[in-house]
């Protein structure tokens, strides 16, 4: 976890490309059943992870998902999409589309910017 307060947690998903997740602190299903402040600090963390993926990493796209089918609790998954990565343009759920031939910046660098980014106050 790089990120947590009493609305929201960020977590990393493990990946050949970077991929982060945000999870409301507490159980709820929908969205739409979030009050208004969750989703004001879901939409504020969004913004910043997908800002510094751009700036970081620069991307070919981001993918922003929430289906949570398997995992019935608000969440959103944020992922850098590089051509060269195995999926590309498949979703990171799809079929394989070849090995992965990314370089990458340091993840653990990024991790650490984002973190003090969603410490900072809003």
């Given at each position: 976890?790089?990120?947590?307060?009493?609305?929201?947690?960020?977590e990393i998903e493990k990946s050949e490309i970077p991929w982060l997740k945000i999870f409301t602190q507490k159980d709820i299903k929908?969205?739409?059943?979030?009050?208004?402040?969750?989703?004001?600090?879901?939409?504020?963390?969004?913004?910043?992870?997908?800002?510094?993926?751009?700036s970081y990493f620069n991307p070919q796209k981001i993918n922003i998902a929430s289906f949570g089918n398997y995992v019935p609790h608000v969440h959103f998954h944020?992922?850098?999409?590089?051509?060269?990565?195995?999926?590309?343009?498949?979703?990171m759920w799809g079929n394989k589309q070849r090995e992965s031939?990314?370089?990458?910046?340091?993840?653990?660098?990024?991790?650490?910017?984002?973190?003090?980014?969603?410490?900072?106050p809003s």
């Open positions: 976890m790089i990120y947590e307060n009493s609305l929201i947690k960020v929908e969205f739409s059943q979030c009050n208004n402040e969750t989703k004001i600090e879901i939409l504020r963390a969004l913004d910043i992870i997908e800002k510094e993926m751009l944020i992922m850098a999409r590089f051509k060269e990565d195995s999926y590309f343009p498949e979703p031939s990314l370089v990458l910046a340091d993840a653990n660098e990024f991790y650490k910017i984002v973190h003090e980014k969603l410490n900072q």
